[in-house]
């Protein structure tokens, strides 16, 4: 298994003011579109009331393309520049600086725990397994959309990337206790064939 990469919190600090300006390209918005669909149909199956955290927030992706009422959302991220972004946008939400592998949160309060292009390349598998498992009511949903490695070249153009997300990880996930159900997929099966990105469906035990 590769070693986790610390996350790079001033790296994120530093391209809040135009990190939404990076991902416009047809193949991004495409992708920004499965995402948001993924994370629809999450939000659909969730049977727990709670909070739907949207963990590694940044400038708040999710609120953009998903309705999710604002007693209910809780952004959590670890770049303060981030958070200010997501804060201008939606003023009225909950949005709370920290990291996902403590977040604070009440023990059960969460229903849905939805991660899109965040937290998982940047944190041990165990740590955030273990948050998941203390903050997620039982029968909650997760949902995780994920860079993956498919073969070691894959790290050569992006080294800021240490720990992508591979099978080892996709396995231990598989093998925890904390979560049952879990199904993991292309985001996208047929618009981007060589897309690097997976999601992983899974309910909190
Ligand atoms: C690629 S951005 C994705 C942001 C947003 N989810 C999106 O799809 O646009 C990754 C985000 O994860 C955040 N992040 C990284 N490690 C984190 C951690 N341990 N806890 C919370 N957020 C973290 C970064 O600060 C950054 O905002």
Not at 126 to 150: K, Y
Not at 157 to 180: K, M, N, Q, V, Y
Request: aromatic share 8%; glycine share 8%.
């Amino acid at each position: 298994m590769v070693e986790p990469f610390k996350t790079p919190t001033t790296g994120y600090d530093k391209l809040a003011s135009v990190y939404d300006r990076l991902y416009l390209s047809e193949k991004d918005l495409q992708r920004s579109a499965a995402a948001h669909g993924a994370a629809r149909e999450c939000l659909g199956k969730v049977r727990p009331r709670g909070a739907v955290l949207d963990a590694g927030c940044g400038t708040g992706f999710l609120l953009e393309g998903v309705p999710v009422g604002e007693p209910t959302y809780v952004g959590v991220d670890i770049s303060n520049g981030m958070l200010a972004e997501a804060k201008s946008k939606f003023p009225s939400y909950t949005f709370l600086e920290a990291s996902v592998t403590d977040t604070r949160l009440p023990a059960g309060s969460v229903g849905a725990f939805i991660s899109l292009f965040s937290v998982v390349n940047y944190v041990e598998t165990s740590e955030l397994l273990g948050e998941i498992g203390r903050i997620c009511a039982s029968g909650a949903r997760v949902l995780i959309v994920a860079r993956r490695a498919l073969s070691s070249d894959d790290y050569q153009g992006t080294p800021e990337f240490a720990c992508l997300w591979d099978w080892d990880t996709i396995t231990e996930i598989h093998c925890s206790d904390t979560l049952r159900d879990v199904a993991v997929r292309p985001l996208t099966e047929s618009v981007l064939g060589d897309d690097k990105f997976v999601v992983l469906e899974a309910t909190r035990a």
